[in-house]
């Protein structure tokens, strides 16, 4: 069979070559072509695109780079024409990947089109569940409550199991590339620049304040692929020897005693690891509109009461949801403080932290994946 991925960021690269690999083990004979990065590549998928010119995030990004985006969908269209795949497999990156399932369904009927990690529609923009079901013909989500939200609009979606905790199960199997000083504080302020710019200046100075009392801790911050040194150390203090910067985010969890970490998949990453943290999250306007800005997120935005993965897979809440007005140097401080000194709370928190596996299970999502893509489009 021939397979056209798509893929926008790192991680969707990421988890597209994991894909990828278990595809060609279950069909030697599979040519794979797609957008995507030097994962993908090298896991044997030809590019007609790479994904640094397609990771456009935010309404302003992509009015400022509109003419890139147009070529993208305009390159996309011709290569799915001129190599006629027999599956299309979206992976995340929602605002190119919906647009291309309807494309494809309207130019190329024939071709099956699979949504492999879909939107978080339990989350946010619920009614984009319609355009997955209509344009898809398979959902294999990454959250074992998925399917039973798609079950109430009357849509089908398998679980196949979680890529985050897949790279972990194998990052985990092998020694850190990197030794950290100990004991340590990470830091880990997002992906996006713009949410990086809003979040990291407060993170390190609670960092800062915890390091007063607990002088012997160093700090270190997590940087995000593709974006450059320089701009982290515009955030950052210019002289401070306990500070770290590294791109080694694994390394640094496994060693950490406690984090500090920007709302979204580094979450879940964390807590898989066992390291104690809290979530923060900014959110614009929050310190002057405070609680309604909260309220209205709980409304639109949470899922069962809670906003981070780890609370929502959970049921209940096992680590400190800081976001809004709640998003301040003290209250982030005074959680870091009492995970690090008081034990009793610290180690109740590691054992909210160590059901999560269970709570995922044990499927290898990429391999799962396979199996039900080549079981259901063959």
Same mark, same amino acid.
């Given at each position: 069979?021939?397979?056209?991925?798509?893929?926008?960021?790192?991680?969707?690269?990421?988890?597209?070559?994991?894909?990828?690999?278990?595809?060609?083990?279950?069909?030697?004979?599979?040519?794979?072509?797609?957008?995507?990065?030097?994962?993908?590549?090298?896991?044997?998928?030809?590019?007609?695109?790479?994904?640094?010119?397609?990771?456009?995030?935010?309404?302003?990004?992509?009015?400022?780079?509109?003419?890139?985006?147009?070529?993208?969908?305009?390159?996309?269209?011709?290569?799915?024409?001129?190599?006629?795949?027999?599956?299309?497999?979206?992976?995340?990156?929602?605002? *190119?990947?919906?647009?291309?399932?309807?494309?494809?369904?309207?130019?190329?009927?024939?071709?099956?089109?699979?949504?492999?990690?879909?939107?978080?529609?339990?989350?946010?923009?619920?009614?984009?569940?319609?355009?997955?079901?209509?344009?898809?013909?398979? $959902?294999?989500?990454?959250?074992?409550?998925?399917?039973?939200?798609?079950?109430?609009?009357?849509?089908?979606?398998?679980?196949?199991?979680?890529?985050?905790?897949?790279?972990?199960?194998?990052?985990?199997?092998?020694?850190?590339?990197?030794?950290?000083?100990?004991?340590?504080?990470?830091?880990?302020?997002?992906?996006?620049?713009?949410?990086?710019?809003?979040?990291?200046?407060?993170?390190?100075?609670?960092?800062?304040?915890?390091?007063?009392?607990?002088?012997?801790?160093?700090?270190?911050?997590?940087?995000?692929?593709?974006?450059?040194?320089?701009?982290?150390?515009?955030?950052?203090?210019?002289?401070?020897?306990?500070?770290?910067?590294?791109?080694?985010?694994?390394?640094?969890?496994?060693?950490?005693?406690?984090?500090? $970490?920007?709302?979204?998949?580094?979450?879940?990453?964390?807590?898989?690891?066992?390291?104690?943290?809290?979530?923060?999250?900014?959110?614009?306007?929050?310190?002057? *509109?405070?609680?309604?800005?909260?309220?209205?997120?709980?409304?639109?935005?949470?899922?069962?009461?809670?906003?981070?993965?780890?609370?929502?897979?959970?049921?209940?809440? $096992?680590?400190?949801?800081?976001?809004?007005?709640?998003?301040?140097?003290?209250?982030?401080?005074?959680?870091?403080?009492?995970?690090?000194?008081?034990?009793?709370?610290?180690?109740?928190?590691?054992?909210?932290?160590?059901?999560?596996?269970?709570?995922?299970?044990?499927?290898?999502?990429?391999?799962?994946?396979?199996?039900?893509?080549?079981?259901?489009?063959?």
């Amino acid at each position: 069979m021939k397979y056209f991925l798509i893929a926008g960021e790192a991680s969707g690269d990421l988890h597209a070559s994991n894909l990828i690999r278990s595809l060609r083990e279950r069909d030697p004979q599979g040519v794979f072509v797609g957008m995507g990065g030097e994962k993908m590549r090298g896991a044997g998928c030809r590019l007609v695109q790479d994904y640094k010119e397609m990771a456009f995030m935010g309404i302003v990004a992509v009015l400022k780079n509109l003419g890139k985006v147009h070529r993208n969908f305009r390159i996309a269209h011709e290569a799915l024409l001129q190599e006629k795949p027999d599956v299309v497999i979206l992976i995340d990156y929602p605002s *190119f990947n919906l647009r291309m399932a309807r494309w494809c369904k309207q130019h190329l009927p024939q071709t099956k089109v699979v949504y492999y990690i879909p939107p978080k529609v339990w989350a946010w923009k619920s009614w984009r569940v319609h355009q997955i079901a209509r344009y898809t013909d398979l $959902v294999l989500g990454i959250f074992p409550f998925e399917p039973a939200f798609y079950k109430r609009y009357g849509y089908s979606c398998l679980y196949v199991g979680n890529p985050t905790m897949d790279c972990i199960r194998e990052a985990q199997k092998t020694e850190p590339q990197t030794s950290f000083p100990q004991p340590l504080i990470a830091v880990l302020p997002g992906s996006r620049k713009n949410e990086i710019s809003h979040c990291l200046p407060d993170m390190i100075q609670a960092a800062k304040e915890v390091q007063r009392t607990h002088p012997q801790y160093r700090i270190a911050v997590t940087a995000a692929p593709g974006k450059e040194d320089t701009f982290y150390h515009s955030l950052l203090p210019e002289t401070d020897n306990s500070l770290l910067l590294t791109r080694d985010t694994y390394g640094v969890l496994r060693q950490a005693d406690v984090a500090i $970490v920007n709302s979204g998949t580094a979450t879940l990453e964390t807590a898989l690891f066992g390291c104690p943290l809290m979530a923060v999250y900014h959110i614009a306007a929050s310190r002057f *509109f405070g609680k309604h800005v909260v309220d209205l997120f709980k409304h639109y935005i949470f899922h069962d009461g809670y906003f981070t993965l780890v609370n929502i897979l959970s049921g209940k809440e $096992v680590i400190k949801e800081l976001i809004a007005e709640q998003f301040t140097v003290e209250n982030i401080t005074k959680e870091a403080t009492r995970l690090i000194d008081d034990t009793d709370y610290r180690n109740s928190q590691i054992a909210g932290l160590q059901q999560l596996s269970a709570i995922l299970g044990g499927n290898c999502a990429a391999d799962t994946a396979a199996e039900t893509i080549l079981k259901t489009c063959v």
